[in-house]
């Protein structure tokens, strides 16, 4: 049986994102809205401390799932990048929760 998939979104209107495995967003998506609910970060700050969290649990590729997520989140209204230099990435809603449904 394969596995639930959810399409993810994307960040500028008219590009398409991937569909991955639920499960596997999930993870990401749980990981990186805990790393960002402590600071913000730069892009390679987060990959870095996503990839750390996971390395050892996550079966696939952490960088790749990590964009992936990190692109839908943004689409989603989730996180979003700071207009300062260099640029970081925030939670929007500093509790964490967030509604799937919410394009």
Known sequence: MKAEQIQTLHPIPGKTNKRIALEKYEVIKTQILAILSQNELTHTELMEQLYANVKDT????????????????EARKIIERTQTKPEKYRCVNKSGETDLETP
């Open 58 to 73: 996550f079966e696939g590729g952490v960088q790749w799932y990590g964009e992936t997520v990190k692109l839908d989140l």
